[in-house]
């Protein structure tokens, strides 16, 4: 059973940066793709982006230019540096992983960002 523990989250204001962070346990290898959604009130959860085990990475419009996303593999952890915050990105992060490319999601339990105006 692959278990997911995010971290990172937090209060910023309009323009500024937080850095998540999501690793992944009880999993032996690369895990296939690990990533981000997020979920806004009111909302439907909605990817943020996404990236291999090879470093390709895959980004949503709302967040590409501001948003980098990275991984250690040997560690299965994955990172989300998000630059430049709108109040629009204020939403819970979930982190997930597929360990083989067939495979379901797993979820983290959500960490919260707010962006004060």
């Known amino acids: 059973q692959v278990q997911l523990v995010e971290s990172g989250g937090g209060l910023v204001q309009t323009g500024g940066s937080l850095r998540l962070s999501c690793t992944a346990s009880g999993w032996i290898g690369s895990i296939y793709v690990m990533g981000w959604y997020r979920q806004a009130p009111g909302k439907e959860r909605e990817l943020v982006a996404s990236i291999l085990s090879g470093s390709i990475s895959n980004y949503s419009d709302a967040v590409k230019g501001r948003f980098s996303i990275s991984r250690v593999n040997a560690r299965n952890t994955v990172y989300l540096q998000m630059n430049n915050l709108e109040p629009e990105d204020t939403a819970v992060y979930y982190c997930?992983?597929?360990?083989?490319?067939?495979?379901?999601?797993?979820w983290g339990q959500g960490t919260q960002v707010t962006v004060s105006s």
């Open positions: 997930y992983a597929r360990p083989r490319k067939p495979d379901p999601h797993y």
